[in-house]
């Protein structure tokens, strides 16, 4: 599983193409996030718990 | 063998590897078979020898692979041996190039060539304007590595290249030292090799960054002077190596700086040993300006370096008042370091007519 945030899509893309793995789950998380404040970061998290949970149950 | 693009004529296969993404931006040497065979030839090895995988791609780096981006750089034959050494060395593990390429940090693969080669595999410049324009195997041997980085590791900006906005040494980044007036032993003498070895060391830097000094004859302290202005430019709060710390980094001395230094009697363990000891800080200035790179060091001090050896130490340039330092990334498994390969002169033919292939 991989977080991914959105300027960086294409590099996982490119990554995972790479490894011979192009159907690693991925995440996509708003970018930026470092930064961006306690506040903001917890949000994020809440907000892409289940998706995260939802990839594990899929792969 | 590598795949062979069709194109009418050189003009418009010249816009077809522009356009296939396989250029650095600027016009290249078209690599047509007779131009790659030669620079193959003149190499002494097999086309299909294999140097190593090169990331983030993992794209195979063969000597036929690697003479296409020379002759796309517009390599001389005699730079080859340099260029396939550059290639080996970013190759080595401790180098971490696919983590290099792929960070959003500027840095770019600096080039120093020590040895004899430095005037058979050239010249390469180590004098003034040593890294700018108008030495031809400078430009060339540096570019013939970005090319192989773009072509067979797969660089691409934005997609596998994420440098917010990387710096002009990645077009090419290559300088010799000056031996012959430095008054330190050459850099890889010290490094371990033999003298009359040719050796190339790569180091993943930022660009140079100028340091002004205007010595004094008659001040007792010019060398500590000098020491810590090169201290504060290489490792100030703005740097990797003062917040991620741990790096490697460069200081390229100008032959004015370099007697200071040498009058003063300090060599190059004295000079790295005095700038390892320089560029220690209070924690709570790292605080200050990175609290959470901070955070994980408990001591009230810290250190910007492992060790003094993390620091090469060359001289090169004009005399004057300026000498170089170069930061560095700081990350990836090893943590930027440098590495150093042997350039194998004795397989290069020499092939009359073949010199400007």
């Known amino acids: 599983m991989a977080l991914v945030t959105e300027d960086f899509w294409p590099q996982g893309n490119f990554t995972a193409d790479s490894l011979g793995m192009p159907l690693i789950p991925r995440v996509k998380l708003p970018h930026p996030l470092a930064g961006t404040g306690q506040e903001n970061l917890h949000a994020v998290a809440k907000a892409i718990a289940p998706l995260i949970v939802e990839q594990l149950k899929n792969d | ?357």
């Open chain 2, 1 to 357: 063998m590598t795949e062979l693009m069709q194109a009418n004529d050189e003009s418009s296969a010249l816009e077809a590897m522009h356009s296939a993404g396989m250029t650095d931006g600027l016009p290249v040497v078209i690599p047509t078979p007779d131009r790659v065979a030669s620079m193959v030839l003149a190499s002494g090895q097999d086309a299909d020898m294999q140097l190593g995988v090169m990331g983030p791609a993992g794209g195979g780096a063969t000597i036929e692979k690697v003479a296409i981006a020379a002759v796309m750089a517009g390599c001389l034959t005699e730079h080859l041996p340099v260029v396939i050494a550059a290639v080996q060395a970013v190759l080595q593990d401790e180098f971490d190039l696919a983590q290099m390429q792929s960070t959003t940090h500027c840095t770019a693969p600096l080039i120093i060539v020590n040895g004899p080669g430095r005037l058979s595999c050239g010249p390469i410049a180590s004098g003034f304007g040593a890294l700018g324009p108008g030495h031809r195997a400078n430009a060339s041997i540096g570019r013939a590595l970005r090319l192989c980085m773009i072509n067979i590791g797969g660089a691409k900006a934005g997609e596998s290249d994420m440098a917010l906005l990387g710096h002009p040494g990645k077009f090419t980044y290559c300088l010799a030292e000056d031996e012959e007036h430095s008054p330190f032993a050459p850099m890889h003498q010290d490094l371990g090799y033999d003298i009359e070895e040719t050796v190339v060391t790569v180091i993943g830097a930022e660009a140079p960054h100028s340091v002004i000094y205007s010595g004094d004859a008659d001040d007792p302290q010019d060398a500590a002077k000098l020491l810590e202005v090169l201290a504060i430019g290489l490792a100030n709060m703005a740097t990797n190596n003062a917040v991620l710390t741990g790096g490697g980094a460069v200081v390229v001395l100008n032959p004015e700086h370099a007697k200071i230094l040498a009058d003063a009697g300090l060599d190059r363990a004295a000079i790295l040993q005095r700038l390892f000891e320089l560029t220690e800080y209070p924690t709570e200035r790292l605080s200050y300006f990175a609290a959470g790179f901070a955070s994980r060091i408990k001591d009230e001090t810290y250190r910007c370096f492992h060790s003094p050896q993390d620091i090469l130490l060359l001289m090169a340039g004009g005399s004057g008042l300026y000498s170089m330092v170069m930061p560095s990334w700081c990350a990836g498994a090893h943590q930027n370091r440098y590495v150093s390969q042997r350039v194998e002169l004795d397989l290069y033919c020499d092939i009359p007519g073949l010199g400007d292939a």
